[in-house]
T-cell receptor, first 112, second 109 residues
Framework: DSGVTQTPKHLITATGQRVTLRCSPR?????VYWYQQSLDQGLQFLIQ???????AKGNILERFSAQQFPDLHSELNLSSLELGDSALYFC???????????FGPGTRLTVL | ELKVEQNPLFLSMQEGKNYTIYCNYS?????LYWYRQDPGKSLESLFV?????AVKQEGRLMASLDTKARLSTLHITAAVHDLSATYFC?????????FGAGTRLTVKP
């Protein structure tokens, strides 16, 4: 158990819908990262927040957005969902840059 | 653009044998990480390498970093079945984080 929690574990929805994935980092970690893992794209870095501020942006689509709240939990919002958005979404946390990241169990999103 | 290449992508080896996984990257970053992922599971941190020449060992796995060659290696010694998993390297450069495609390792008796 990494100490990072993600909810929900599974999510099934339809194309065009909007979903919110939630992540709670390890106690004391200020950085939260979001990743998408799919069979064809591999593990893709989406976005990083540090202490409430966006710090780095990867291959995140404009339909996706994220935020980190004052209590340091983070949410990833996915809208106008497409079949290709079906994937495992991981959240990870770390004390900050230059440290190993601890990954949550992931949310498996299926878009039908 | 930061690029990270791992090879091989698939590795089937017999128990007791040694092998090396290679991770090449395109920048001058000195922050490199190795992770392990079991099927259907999350990623588990194995090694953190933060300087040129860094070497870390845990059990049958040893990781090293050569920032001048932009290369990290993950060496497996006397493989056992429990090491079967997918191994990822990842490079952190300021505001970008890239993972390699992963090496799927299968250790056969």
């Amino acid at each position: 158990d990494s100490g990072v929690t993600q909810t929900p574990k599974h999510l099934i929805t339809a194309t065009g819908q909007r979903v919110t994935l939630r992540c709670s980092p390890r106690s004391g970690d200020l950085s939260v990262y979001w990743y998408q893992q799919s069979l064809d794209q591999g593990l893709q870095f989406l976005i990083q927040y540090y202490n409430g501020e966006e710090r780095a942006k990867g291959n995140i689509l404009e339909r996706f957005s994220a935020q980190q709240f004052p209590d340091l939990h983070s949410e990833l919002n996915l809208s106008s969902l497409e079949l290709g958005d079906s994937a495992l979404y991981f959240c990870a946390s770390s004390p900050g840059g230059g440290h190993e990241q601890f990954f949550g169990p992931g949310t498996r999103l299926t878009v039908l | 653009e930061l690029k990270v290449e791992q090879n091989p992508l698939f590795l089937s080896m017999q128990e007791g044998k040694n092998y090396t996984i290679y991770c090449n990257y395109s920048t001058t970053s000195d922050r490199l990480y190795w992770y392990r992922q079991d099927p259907g599971k999350s990623l588990e941190s194995l090694f953190v390498l933060l300087s040129n020449g860094a070497v870390k060992q845990e059990g049958r796995l040893m990781a090293s970093l050569d920032t001048k060659a932009r290369l990290s290696t993950l060496h497996i010694t006397a493989a056992v079945h429990d090491l079967s998993a997918t191994y990822f390297c990842a490079v952190d450069e300021d505001r970008d984080m890239r993972f390699g495609a992963g090496t799927r390792l299968t250790v056969k008796p």
